[in-house]
Structures are given as C-alpha cells and as structure tokens.
Nanobody
C-alpha cells in the first residue's frame, strides 16, 4: 500500500524552529507534487505549502510566507518543511500529501495522505 509518514513534530517555544519530514513508501515521490497541510482543533484542514515534482514551483499560504520553507529530496523519497519564527497560531496537526498532477502545485486534488504529526507552539 502507498504510504506517507510524517515525523519531526513536537513542542517548541514561540519564535523557535522545527523541521518536519515526510517519508514516502511504495511509490516514487519524484513523480508527484507534494503538499503540507495542517488542521487545528475545531478548524478545517488548510494548505500550508506545496512543491512540484521537480521543485521548480512552490506555493505558500500567506500566513507562513517568509517563515516556512518547503523542499524535497527525491533520491531519498522524502519531503521537508522547515518552520522558523513559529507562532502559537501555528499549533496544529501537520499532514503531507501527494498529487498525481506533478508539474504544478496547488492545495487541491491530492491523492495520498499521511496520518499527521502534531506541532505545538507554546511557552
């Protein structure tokens, strides 16, 4: 079965940094656009960032621009999200997802999803 597994979540103080990873199994990650999403308690899931299969195109939610950076290592079949200057409002469960529409990235039409990793930003 195709799988995406997130890791790297945890507790961090406001202003701190955290790096999330998403490891893919049973398929070649380089064929897909990959996105990061998050969901806070009582809120709908929202797109955070995405990257095309080659890395040529990226997209970020306005709330994280300038603070988060998405990247991918296709040789390692892994996606990353570097999160800097974290704020309490970044607290959520973060999910990675893969889209078969690989040449571009948007926050819709994703085919495969991970189970999430929890990020808590608190002092």
């Amino acid at each position: 079965q195709l799988q995406l597994v997130e890791s790297g979540g945890g507790l961090v103080q406001p202003g701190g940094s955290l790096r999330l990873s998403c490891a893919a199994s049973r398929f070649t990650l380089g064929l897909y656009a990959i996105g990061w999403f998050r969901q806070a308690p009582g809120k709908e899931r929202e797109g955070v960032s995405c990257i095309s299969n080659s890395g040529a195109y990226t997209n970020y939610a306005d709330s994280v621009k300038g603070r988060f950076t998405i990247s991918r290592d296709n040789a390692k079949n892994t996606l990353y999200l570097q999160m800097n200057s974290l704020k309490p409002e970044d607290t959520a469960v973060y999910y990675c997802a893969a889209s078969k529409i690989g040449t571009l990235c948007t926050f819709s039409r994703y085919n495969y999803w991970g189970q999430g990793t929890r990020v808590t930003v608190s002092s």
